[in-house]
């Protein structure tokens, strides 16, 4: 009932068949940062960044914009983890283009192993790591780390 009004988004895992074990469980976020903030009883930015979970806070506000700008479909989004590690916040699969996305509530972005992992592994036409710092720059081939502020602009 929570999915269908739109109040948490349940983000399936991809399932491909790698020869890696994979996560099979849904990540569950909730849709507004509003209420999640609410429900943490976070009535300050002081207290939103002192809190254990201002990087899921970052992670669910920067997925749905992701998620909005893209117009794509419930059916195109996932995310992936590996039981060795490797995990990827979001995967937007339309046709036979493959998005990847990470969200790191950070000033100064670094490529992660994972990073390396899920482009080679899930084919990735690209994988932008968005992030909270002010500057859009190139941070390999095909990885870029994408400031917030840019993302409708840049996406």
């Not at 399936?12 to 429900?39: A, F, M």
């Not at 893209?70 to 339309?94: N, S």
């Not at 899920?118 to 710092?133: E, K, M, T, Y």
Request: net charge positive; aromatic share 8%; proline share 5%.
């Amino acid at each position: 009932m929570l999915s269908n009004t739109y109040v948490i988004r349940q983000l399936p895992p991809w399932q491909e068949n790698l020869k890696k074990r994979q996560v099979k469980s849904p990540k569950v976020y909730i849709s507004d940062s509003g209420i999640l903030h609410t429900l943490l009883d976070l009535d300050t930015m002081r207290a939103l960044d002192g809190h254990p979970k201002v990087g899921a806070s970052w992670e669910g506000f920067a997925l749905e914009a992701v998620v909005r700008k893209l117009r794509a479909r419930e059916d195109q989004c996932f995310f992936w983890v590996t039981h060795g590690g490797a995990e990827l916040d979001l995967l937007v699969v339309k046709g036979n283009k493959r998005r990847g996305f990470e969200f790191k509530h950070t000033q100064a972005p670094q490529i992660t192993p994972s990073m390396k992992i899920a482009i080679a592994d899930l084919g990735l036409d690209r994988l932008d790591v968005v992030h909270a710092g002010k500057e859009t720059f190139p941070l390999a081939n095909r990885i870029r780390a994408l400031a917030a502020q840019d993302l409708l602009e840049h996406i």
